[in-house]
Nanobody, 118 residues
Framework: VQLQASGGGLVQPGGSLRLSCAAS????????MGWYRQAPGKQRELVAT???????VYADSVKGRFTISRDNAKKAVYLQMNSLKPEDTAVYYC?????????????WGQGTQVTVSS
């Protein structure tokens, strides 16, 4: 299974970006999908997750600005980012979790750079 993330780039404060992440290969049962980010010198942190039933969790720092969504048929997860701030600058990673016979497997994308700067 490989994940391909895209949609990052350079944007001015207050701007928007939409990240996409699609999986190739066979995944029997997708449990959880999510986005994480890592800024220089900092640990990777959760941005948002979405369950197979559509329940979402967001980091406090992005609530009201970011929206996570998924397309199960396409094995894809998306992150709409609005009202971007310089502190949102980071490499964003997507994660897809597969459940097989009670065991969970995490697959990670390669990361896409988001830079918010004037």
């Amino acid at each position: 299974v490989q994940l391909q993330a895209s949609g990052g780039g350079l944007v001015q404060p207050g701007g928007s970006l939409r990240l996409s992440c699609a999986a190739s290969g066979h995944i029997s049962s997708i449990d959880l999908m999510g986005w994480y980010r890592q800024a220089p010198g900092k640990q990777r942190e959760l941005v948002a997750t979405i369950t197979s039933g559509g329940s979402t969790v967001y980091a406090d720092s992005v609530k009201g600005r970011f929206t996570i969504s998924r397309d199960n048929a396409k094995k894809a997860v998306y992150l709409q980012m609005n009202s971007l701030k310089p502190e949102d600058t980071a490499v964003y990673y997507c994660d897809i979790r597969e459940e097989v016979a009670g065991t969970l497997y995490d697959y990670w994308g390669q990361g896409t750079q988001v830079t918010v700067s004037s």
